[in-house]
């Protein structure tokens, strides 16, 4: 999705996931974080770890519904849990998630 709208994605083996370089030059560190599907003891909300780097951007994929939601470092909380419903898991959140990277 990225490549498609104009950006260059890297993979690496280091604190993060991917280097993201977006059509204005920007670089952009992400992690990637993903669940299979909805945590057993709520069956509706979608559990991940956050690790402790520090990351310009979090993609948390819902694998089960193939939905992603995208948030920025400074909007997570490092070294804990996060929690998404499965209705926030919406085309337009992925829409909007794109945008917020395209746009930085």
Avoid: C
Wanted: charged content about 25%; overall charge negative; proline content about 2%.
């Amino acid at each position: 999705m990225l490549q498609m709208a104009g950006a260059e994605v890297h993979h690496v083996h280091s604190d993060f996931d991917l280097i993201v370089v977006t059509p204005n030059q920007t670089m952009l560190s992400f992690e990637v974080k993903w669940a299979f599907k909805p945590h057993v003891s709520t069956k509706h909300s979608y559990q991940f770890k956050v690790g402790s780097a520090v990351v310009d951007f979090y993609v948390f994929l819902a694998v089960d519904i193939e939905r992603r939601i995208v948030r920025r470092g400074a909007d997570v909380r490092r070294g804990r849990q996060a929690y998404f419903n499965g209705d926030e898991f919406s085309e337009e959140a992925m829409s909007s998630g794109i945008d917020l990277i395209i746009g930085s």
